[in-house]
């Protein structure tokens, strides 16, 4: 016996969001397809944005993407965990927020508390000086004394009480002011090379841009590609190639200091800003990190088998009056396409090419 179904009635306006909803999907489909991504999750759910332009910011980071030549993994799932993903430091900085909350109301209630028994004590003086003015007796001045003095210990034992309330809450505040720091700085770091994230990135130089533009100082930005780098993952797997990505990050980092900061870009680029510094100076700088990671020998864990010479190229740049920061990346993006175009393993800068050894 076949049971008759209901009708699914859908009203006009769900239909045309369905339709939207069928064509989003079928655009990030395509573009998945097209540019021969793995259908991840979170792949999909970043084209899906893109294609319902439902975040500019998401907008703007594909569209980078696909002018830089494609989709690259480590970059969607940097711009998924950055505008889509809810991320695990948002429930920690939650977390530490309940607890500042808590914290800050027991400090609330100790002072309530103090004041409580300042008023009492006020009055209890007032009691203590009116019986003293009534009477000379030496029994009613003993009481007034012993009740003084009775008072003066409960107050101090409030005070003592209040005290140690205040230091228990200022150690807690401050050990949660510490696990803050430690979980906005675990937010701005790539967690394969420990170096700064493109967030922290884009926040640094936005910084030192305006620096510039007010003091009238220098700063250089370089722009860092490893070479060939597809080709060690198919050689030798995305293993090798994460521990080669942490060798290059560590070169970096071991040859800048101070106010410089060493980010990952994006899969094998980096970017290094150099504030205080020209382009000149940036050059022989990035020449030296080029040719430690060209001298690098590396071979494989066990077999010990030659991986061969790894070698990066850098695009160098130096910030001039008036630039906007999206030029100043985009032209040390030049410099580094000039560098891979003349023959990698170099370093070119403006005016400046240093050839490779």
């Not at 993903?85 to 209630?109: A, C, F, M, W, Y």
């Not at 800003?273 to 590396?298: C, G, H, N, W, Y």
């Not at 100043?328 to 560098?339: G, S, T, V």
């Amino acid at each position: 016996m076949n049971e008759s179904k209901t009708p699914v009635f859908v009203c006009p306006e769900d239909q045309q969001a369905f339709a939207k909803v069928y064509e989003h999907a079928g655009v990030a489909t395509e573009l998945i397809a097209q540019h021969g991504t793995p259908p991840f999750p979170n792949t999909f759910a970043l084209m899906f944005a893109y294609a319902a332009k439902s975040d500019k910011k998401i907008v703007v980071a594909v569209d980078e993407m696909l002018e830089r030549g494609g989709l690259c993994q480590y970059e969607i799932d940097e711009v998924y965990n950055l505008h889509l993903r809810p991320t695990d430091d948002h429930v920690k900085r939650e977390n530490i927020g309940r607890e500042v909350e808590q914290q800050l109301s027991s400090v609330l209630d100790l002072v309530g508390t103090s004041v409580e028994n300042s008023d009492q004590f006020e009055l209890a003086l007032k009691q203590i000086e009116r019986g003293l003015s009534d009477t000379s007796s030496s029994n009613a001045l003993s009481t007034a004394v012993a009740r003084l003095m009775s008072e003066s210990r409960r107050m101090t034992e409030h005070s003592r009480q209040l005290s140690e309330g205040l230091m228990a809450s200022k150690k807690q505040i401050e050990r949660l002011q510490q696990e803050l720091e430690a979980v906005r700085n675990e937010s701005m770091r790539d967690p394969l090379t420990s170096i700064y994230n493109r967030r922290a990135f884009d926040l640094r130089l936005a910084a030192e841009v305006d620096a510039a533009k007010k003091h009238g100082s220098s700063l250089s930005l370089v722009m860092a590609d490893l070479d060939h780098f597809k080709r060690v993952n198919d050689n030798f797997g995305h293993r090798v190639g994460d521990e080669i990505l942490k060798i290059f990050a560590s070169i970096i980092t071991n040859n800048i200091k101070g106010k410089d900061l060493v980010a990952r870009y994006g899969g094998e680029e980096f970017a290094i800003i150099l504030p205080a510094t020209s382009v000149q100076q940036a050059a022989q700088l990035i020449d030296r990190i080029r040719e430690q990671m060209f001298q690098r020998k590396l071979v494989l864990k066990g077999t010990k088998t030659p991986i061969g010479a790894i070698t990066a190229s850098f695009g160098v740049t130096q910030y001039q009056p008036g630039m906007a920061m999206s030029d100043l990346i985009e032209q040390a993006d030049q410099r580094l396409y000039l560098a891979k175009s003349n023959g990698r393993n170099r370093v070119q800068a403006d005016d400046l090419a240093s050839n490779a050894a």
